[in-house]
């Protein structure tokens, strides 16, 4: 595979909810990070922090805007959208992925988080009004 299908691989397997599946993509020494946010290295780490947003969540797409590679470098730039019930919060990330031997070695995503919040309080206004509009109807 090439590094691009790697990170493409990586990232189905993510919206598929099969973590391990995911982590099979990564070294050992993988380091995982939400700037500004503290990295996650190694295996185990990330798996944690996977899992953690998979125990908070109910669903999770990552829709590929853009995906662009330069040797072991893969840039994506996504609309990722995060769900937990009838709420659902969709924001812009840049991602960095370096591939290294066919396994990532490096996974770090920009976003804003005013942004990040922003699509979370929409999201959750329209999942009100979405119950609300139902009972309306009935």
């Not at 290294?100 to 959750?124: C, H, M, P, Q, S």
Request: hydrophobic fraction near 45%; aromatic fraction near 10%; proline fraction near 3%.
């Amino acid at each position: 595979m090439t590094e691009t299908q790697i990170v493409e691989q990586f990232l189905a397997a993510l919206e598929a909810g099969q973590i391990d599946a995911a982590l099979e993509l990564c070294a050992e020494d993988v380091t995982y990070q939400n700037v500004p946010l503290p990295p996650a290295r190694g295996l185990g780490e990330v798996g944690h922090q996977l899992r953690l947003m998979q125990k908070y969540t109910t669903g999770f797409e990552a829709r590929l805007v853009n995906i662009a590679a330069n040797g072991p470098v893969v840039l994506t730039e996504r609309i990722d959208v995060l769900s937990r019930g009838a709420v659902s919060a969709e924001f812009w990330v840049c991602g960095t992925f370096e591939v290294r031997e066919g396994k990532i070695v490096l996974w770090r995503d920009y976003f804003d988080w005013t942004t990040f919040v922003a699509a979370g309080v929409k999201g959750a206004g329209r999942a009100v009004f979405d119950m609300v509009r139902k009972v309306a109807g009935r």
